[in-house]
């Protein structure tokens, strides 16, 4: 099992030669789903391009399952913050999916039973069946998540990254979409979700990896999310539930001075 993991290694990635990330290396193994946590322009979402080969790197070595990864990789699936993405596309449900099969052995072949096979089961675990034959512009937000996903699945690909799922969701697709991620999760896929609402991170993700710019600290949840880390990686004291009592707040009385 030990292969079965995804290792970054002193990745730099710079826009305009300024660094967005620093010399960032991390682990992260099948069958996890971890929250890349940081303020804005912390490098999460260009972490995440960085993974899918949508933005160079200045240095630093990627692998998955013991293979370097250079560029994009059918691998990998990205699901872009939702207002990326173009909705007027014409695309049913359906089609969205066999664009899955597509990305994964190209265009110009005929598609098989083990293709259609794929795309329904992709499908039904997404809960899409009643939706196939959609517009994709006709769906809700939380069904065009799904619908994404559904694309990834189909193309086999075993981490998932999403930047900022959650954002923009109601409460009933918000816990939709948590239920969808560990299933993923106990499929043995990797899940890297960046992710803003600390407050539902301990009941969505099993691991984190806090990010300003620079890695502050990886590992498992109970571990490595403390309040010491997220103040850390905020600069400042973000925490207001139990141990973190109030009884800190003299010490900001200078501030003015």
Same mark, same amino acid.
Request: net charge negative.
């Given at each position: 099992?030990?292969?079965?993991?995804?290792?970054?290694?002193?990745?730099?990635?710079?826009?305009?030669?300024?660094?967005?990330?620093?010399?960032?290396?991390?682990?992260?193994?099948?069958?996890?789903?971890?929250?890349?946590?940081?303020?804005?322009?912390?490098?999460?979402?260009?972490?995440?391009?960085? !993974?899918?080969? @949508? &933005?160079? /790197?200045?240095?630093? $070595?990627? +692998?998955?399952?013991?293979?370097?990864?250079?560029?994009?990789? #059918?691998?990998?699936?990205?699901?872009?913050?939702?207002?990326?993405?173009?909705?007027?596309?014409?695309?049913?449900?359906?089609?969205?999916?066999?664009?899955?099969?597509?990305?994964?052995?190209?265009?110009?072949?005929?598609?098989?039973?083990?293709?259609?096979?794929?795309?329904?089961?992709?499908?039904?675990?997404?809960? !899409?069946?009643? @939706? &196939?034959? /959609?517009?994709?512009? $006709?769906? +809700?937000?939380?069904?065009?998540?799904?619908?994404?996903?559904? #694309?990834?699945?189909?193309?086999?690909?075993?981490?998932?990254?999403?930047?900022?799922?959650?954002?923009?969701?109601?409460?009933?697709?918000?816990?939709?979409?948590?239920?969808?991620?560990?299933?993923?999760?106990?499929?043995?896929?990797?899940?890297?979700?960046?992710?803003?609402?600390?407050?539902?991170?301990?009941?969505?993700?099993?691991?984190?990896?806090?990010?300003?710019?620079?890695?502050?600290?990886?590992?498992?949840?109970?571990?490595?999310?403390?309040?010491?880390?997220?103040?850390?990686?905020?600069?400042?004291?973000?925490?207001?539930?139990?141990?973190?009592?109030?009884?800190?707040?003299?010490?900001?009385?200078?501030?003015?001075?």
């Amino acid at each position: 099992m030990s292969n079965h993991q995804l290792t970054v290694s002193d990745l730099t990635v710079a826009y305009n030669r300024v660094p967005a990330l620093h010399h960032l290396s991390f682990q992260a193994r099948c069958g996890q789903c971890v929250a890349l946590l940081g303020p804005n322009g912390a490098g999460k979402s260009t972490l995440i391009k960085a !993974l899918c080969g @949508l &933005v160079p /790197r200045e240095t630093g $070595a990627i +692998s998955f399952h013991g293979h370097a990864v250079n560029g994009p990789n #059918r691998e990998f699936a990205y699901l872009p913050q939702r207002e990326q993405i173009d909705w007027d596309f014409p695309a049913t449900v359906r089609g969205l999916v066999e664009m899955g099969r597509y990305q994964r052995a190209g265009w110009w072949r005929w598609f098989s039973k083990e293709d259609e096979k794929a795309v329904a089961e992709a499908i039904h675990l997404m809960q !899409l069946e009643d @939706l &196939v034959d /959609r517009q994709i512009s $006709a769906l +809700s937000g939380g069904q065009q998540q799904r619908a994404f996903l559904a #694309r990834a699945l189909a193309q086999q690909a075993h981490v998932f990254l999403l930047d900022e799922p959650f954002t923009g969701l109601d409460k009933p697709n918000q816990d939709n979409l948590k239920q969808l991620l560990r299933t993923l999760r106990d499929q043995g896929k990797l899940l890297l979700v960046s992710h803003h609402d600390l407050g539902s991170v301990r009941e969505i993700f099993d691991s984190v990896l806090l990010l300003n710019g620079e890695l502050i600290a990886s590992g498992p949840v109970e571990e490595t999310f403390t309040e010491e880390n997220t103040q850390k990686t905020y600069g400042m004291k973000v925490f207001s539930g139990p141990g973190a009592g109030h009884h800190h707040h003299h010490h900001h009385d200078h501030a003015h001075s």
